[in-house]
């Protein structure tokens, strides 16, 4: 998995299968004080949005197949509310055991980032005068425009499942929140919502085993602490989904994720020391100009009987780039014969607008999932794309690497 990367893409089972049972659960953790938890959530989320000078979010994913980890995903992130930074970083491990990050930062003045894959700086340098998302500002949830039909829907999918939590009242007056549910409680509405988010958003994933039958949830465990300031400070749970695979094998995929609020007024957010680096600076609209229009290829590449063969093309062609707006196609030939080790020829046409706060335009893949892209200037005219990504925030991102991809597009010179 890489961060740039595959995490959130194949975890998105986490929001498509799992979503209601997970947030029912969460939200029945206290039983009686069902109002009062998620009076809690909300009031953390607030203060991480105004409130809060500094802090650390940790977040952990973890995703296992009958105990056989597939996915981990962690990040740590800093926020500064009060001199506007931030800094952020990602560690992912995929399926064949290979480990990727990624690093973030950013102030009122420049943002600068990179993968592991590529040990040098990208830098933005922003105008004053540039309104744009405060760095170091949290987006709360509880803002979003959809937040109270989707609530609505939870305490209607909630019912009874309030009955099922323990709470315990700390000495220091804080609140202990544990409770489980096994798969006998869990309503067949939630069975059944996530047997089709399941199918849903991991049909397609090749690192993932193929269950498509008797999809169920087997069991939800969780907990919470809610510290004596009001906010949580620490969330973890476990989902478990269980189903067979083609051959009848049963299969149990394990989630566990972890949520830590830390360092409140403590934290610091470091400027990286750019000084020797390697940096190569990116213009806050992206530094495609007109003269990047044209065509850019690159090849498809395998490793087969110990030799590096070439299946087919990738061209890119920037059709026109007009002012901030830039607009262009994207396609794949695979070459006779190898149909079968690049099934998924993807084909599209992309246009954005470079002013945005993340850079990156839609586009719709050859399973027909809609994904996000980015285009970068990479040098002697060529440029750098990037595919498969989902976008976690304004200045945070995550990508599913495609088998063979290569980003690097040469400029076709006639």
């Known amino acids: 998995m890489k961060i740039g990367k595959k995490g959130l893409t194949v975890l998105s089972f986490t929001v498509g299968a799992c979503l209601f049972v997970s947030t029912a ?19 953390t989320a607030a203060m991480m949005e105004k409130g809060l000078d500094n802090y650390t979010v940790e977040t952990l994913y973890t995703l296992k197949d009958n105990d056989k980890i ?34 973030t930062y950013e102030d009122v003045n420049i943002s600068a980032w990179k993968n592991s894959g590529d040990n040098k700086f990208y ?4 105008p004053k005068d540039m309104k744009r998302r405060a760095p170091g500002e949290f987006n709360n949830p509880f803002n979003e425009n959809n937040a109270p039909e989707v609530e609505k829907i939870v305490d209607a999918v909630v019912g009874n499942l309030k009955d099922y939590v323990q709470v315990e009242e ?3 007056g804080s609140k202990m929140y544990a409770g489980s549910l096994s798969e006998a409680q869990v309503p067949a509405l939630a069975n059944a919502i996530a ?17 498509n039958s008797d999809i169920y949830v087997k069991k939800v465990v969780g907990s919470a602490v809610e510290n004596k300031a009001g906010y949580l400070e620490n969330v973890t749970g476990d989902i478990t989904l269980s189903g067979k695979d083609k051959n009848g094998v049963q299969h149990d995929l394990a989630l566990n994720i972890v949520f830590k609020l830390t360092g409140v007024g403590a934290t610091k957010v470091v400027k990286p020391d750019l000084a020797g680096a390697d940096v190569e600076k990116v213009s806050y609209s992206n530094g495609l100009s007109s003269k990047y229009v044209g065509t850019f290829k690159n090849n498809i590449v395998m490793e087969k009987d110990g030799k590096f063969v070439k299946i087919g093309e990738r061209t890119l062609q ?8 830039v607009a262009g196609t994207y396609t794949e030939t695979v070459y006779p014969g190898f149909e079968s080790d690049y099934p998924d020829i993807d084909a599209f046409t992309f246009e954005y607008d470079q002013t945005a706060s993340n850079q ?20 002697n005219g060529n440029v750098y794309l990037e595919l498969n990504l989902e976008i976690t925030s304004n200045n945070s991102y995550k990508s599913t690497a495609k088998p063979y991809f290569d980003g690097q597009f ?5």
């Open 25 to 43: 659960f969460a939200d029945s953790l206290l039983g009686s004080g069902y109002d009062l938890l998620k009076g809690s959530a909300k009031s």
């Open 70 to 103: 597939l996915l981990q995903s962690s990040e740590t992130k800093k926020f500064d509310t009060i001199n506007k930074m931030s800094e952020s970083n990602d560690v992912s491990t995929a399926t064949d055991g290979k480990t990727s990050s990624h690093y």
């Open 123 to 126: 830098v933005t340098d922003y």
């Open 170 to 172: 700390g000495a220091n």
């Open 195 to 211: 047997s089709f988010g399941f199918k849903r958003s991991l049909s397609h994933e090749s690192e993932m085993p193929a269950i």
């Open 318 to 325: 920037i059709t026109n780039v007009n002012g901030d707006k």
């Open 360 to 379: 990156a335009f839609t586009y719709q893949n050859a399973k027909g999932e809609q994904k996000s892209g980015m285009l970068h200037p990479n040098g």
């Open 410 to 414: 040469d400029r076709v010179f006639e």
